[in-house]
């Protein structure tokens, strides 16, 4: 089983090009403030996360919940709304937590009122 897991890490963890500073999942071959600040809100959380014991590896590769964050011009987290349940609550929770531990840069100037009054969509994922 250690063997399949570890073969199946190994293609997930294949060699990336881009921005060493973008989102690992990004396919834009260029990014905008909002793109590049979205980036460091889910590096941000998948930093801060930590994963609970109660949570298999096969449902760690699986498991994504989006979360809704409205972010003020200081970076801080006001508000957020699990929008989309990933059906676990131990993960659900430990994102909550994680929301709460997370401090944030500021926004760039020319999404700060649309992030304050509308929110930030994240799809979070464990990695």
């Known amino acids: 089983m250690s ?9 997930v963890e294949r060699e990336r090009w881009g921005d060493p500073e973008g989102d690992p999942a990004g396919d ?4 905008g403030e909002g793109d590049r600040y979205l ?6 959380l998948q930093e801060n996360y930590r994963v609970p014991a109660t949570i298999s590896e096969r449902d760690r ?3 994504k919940g989006t979360v809704v964050l409205w972010i ?12 989309k349940s990933s ?6 929770d430990a994102l909550e937590r994680t929301v709460r531990q997370t401090r944030l840069p500021p926004p760039p ?4 009122q649309l992030y304050r009054s509308t929110g930030l969509a994240i799809v ?4």
């Open 3 to 11: 063997s399949l897991l570890s073969r199946v890490k190994q293609e």
């Open 28 to 31: 834009a071959s260029e990014a």
């Open 39 to 44: 980036a460091l809100v889910k590096r941000a």
């Open 61 to 63: 590769m699986y498991l």
């Open 72 to 83: 003020e011009p200081d970076g801080n987290i006001s508000r957020w709304r699990i929008e």
């Open 87 to 92: 059906g676990n609550g131990a993960f659900d």
């Open 109 to 112: 100037d020319a999404q700060r």
């Open 124 to 127: 979070f994922e464990i990695g």
